[in-house]
């Protein structure tokens, strides 16, 4: 059976639909790509773009990408809540059949190697394609590459890239390419103003802290809705799932007298993700059914079987 790998880059464009289409349109012309869904966060002012197919397809739709998002997104110029370290921010690959982790994590290096020859941009690999072991954790990786972006735009000796110029490309910044499992992008919208109490329950619910495994969380102000929003990313849904997460947070808001306004999965996931509630019980208005993984594995492998 043919090697499926799917790729969800995260770019630092969010208000402006011309420039994220021209990306998408970049993806969406190289053969053999399945484009699988488009999302932008005015309050982040972040884009995430999903896409699927074979190794080698997935890595020229992954380079075109950030080529595009270099030629048009300016990260001097970026105002978003969302951490970022460039342009392109990050360009995970997933290996979802008949492909291992081992060479998903060689395709991911070798697609870190042409964006940092061709395009001079420097990549720093993370997750399970990390160099270096520091580097495993996104979390650490932005730490580092924005205290460059925050100085004269050059690394230190100590934050070296693992390919490409030793300084932060001037518009585009820097690139995080790596290799992850499936990963669960859930944000929950909070009726309160105060960043306290976002950040209090983000605090409580990450596994750092002895929260839910599995879960990272971040409190974010989204400064245009006058709201909060606890903004988690869940990096083993089997351990700990959507409907988990959704009633800890529930709970938590409500011991402070606040009220959950509505949820949002950011890209795709699979169905069990959601812990066998549906999307009402969620509170997730703008749900398209689209955004579960088996709807868009299940048409490659239609397609497949017709070709």
């Given at each position: 059976?043919?090697?499926?790998?799917?790729?969800?880059?995260?770019?630092s464009?969010g208000k402006n639909?011309?420039i994220?289409?021209?990306i998408?349109?970049?993806?969406?012309?190289?053969?053999?790509?399945h484009?699988?869904?488009i999302?932008m966060?005015?309050?982040h002012?972040?884009?995430?773009?999903?896409?699927m197919?074979?190794?080698?397809?997935v890595?020229?739709?992954?380079?075109e990408?950030?080529?595009t998002?270099t030629?048009l997104?300016d990260?001097?110029e970026?105002?978003g809540?969302?951490?970022?370290?460039?342009?392109?921010d990050?360009?995970?690959?997933v290996?979802?059949s008949?492909?291992?982790?081992?060479e998903?994590?060689k395709?991911?290096?070798?697609c870190?190697?042409k964006?940092?020859?061709?395009?001079?941009?420097p990549?720093?690999f993370?997750?399970?394609?990390a160099?270096?072991?520091r580097?495993?954790?996104l979390?650490?990786v932005?730490?580092e590459?924005f205290?460059g972006?925050?100085?004269?735009?050059?690394?230190n000796?100590?934050e070296?890239?693992d390919?490409g110029p030793?300084?932060?490309?001037l518009s585009?910044?820097?690139?995080?390419v790596?290799?992850?499992?499936?990963?669960?992008?859930?944000?929950?919208n909070?009726?309160t103003p105060d960043?306290?109490?976002?950040?209090?329950?983000?605090?409580?619910?990450?596994e750092?802290n002895?929260?839910?495994?599995?879960v990272r969380a971040l409190?974010?102000?989204?400064?245009e809705r006058?709201l909060?929003?606890?903004?988690?990313?869940?990096?083993?849904?089997r351990?700990?799932?959507?409907?988990?997460?959704?009633?800890t947070?529930?709970?938590?808001?409500?011991?402070q007298?606040?009220k959950?306004?509505?949820?949002?999965?950011?890209?795709l996931a699979?169905?069990?993700?959601?812990?066998g509630?549906g999307?009402?019980?969620?509170?997730?208005?703008?749900?398209?059914?689209k955004?579960?993984?088996?709807y868009?594995t299940?048409?490659?492998?239609?397609k497949?079987?017709k070709?």
């Amino acid at each position: 059976m043919t090697p499926l790998v799917e790729c969800v880059p995260n770019f630092s464009a969010g208000k402006n639909s011309t420039i994220v289409e021209a990306i998408a349109a970049s993806i969406s012309a190289t053969n053999g790509i399945h484009l699988a869904g488009i999302q932008m966060d005015n309050d982040h002012n972040r884009s995430v773009i999903t896409f699927m197919g074979s190794p080698e397809d997935v890595v020229l739709g992954a380079f075109e990408a950030c080529r595009t998002a270099t030629s048009l997104i300016d990260i001097r110029e970026h105002r978003g809540v969302h951490p970022r370290i460039g342009a392109t921010d990050v360009i995970p690959f997933v290996p979802i059949s008949n492909y291992t982790t081992s060479e998903c994590i060689k395709l991911a290096r070798a697609c870190g190697r042409k964006i940092a020859q061709q395009l001079e941009i420097p990549v720093i690999f993370y997750g399970r394609a990390a160099i270096n072991p520091r580097r495993r954790e996104l979390s650490s990786v932005r730490r580092e590459a924005f205290a460059g972006l925050l100085g004269n735009l050059r690394l230190n000796a100590d934050e070296s890239p693992d390919t490409g110029p030793n300084h932060l490309h001037l518009s585009a910044g820097a690139v995080a390419v790596g290799v992850r499992d499936i990963l669960v992008a859930y944000n929950i919208n909070l009726n309160t103003p105060d960043i306290r109490i976002a950040r209090m329950i983000a605090h409580k619910i990450r596994e750092i802290n002895h929260g839910l495994p599995a879960v990272r969380a971040l409190g974010l102000f989204l400064s245009e809705r006058n709201l909060t929003q606890v903004s988690i990313n869940l990096t083993n849904y089997r351990k700990t799932n959507m409907h988990q997460v959704f009633r800890t947070v529930k709970k938590l808001a409500e011991e402070q007298t606040i009220k959950i306004l509505e949820s949002e999965l950011v890209g795709l996931a699979p169905l069990a993700a959601l812990g066998g509630a549906g999307p009402e019980d969620l509170l997730m208005d703008s749900f398209d059914p689209k955004q579960f993984l088996e709807y868009h594995t299940g048409r490659l492998a239609d397609k497949c079987s017709k070709d």
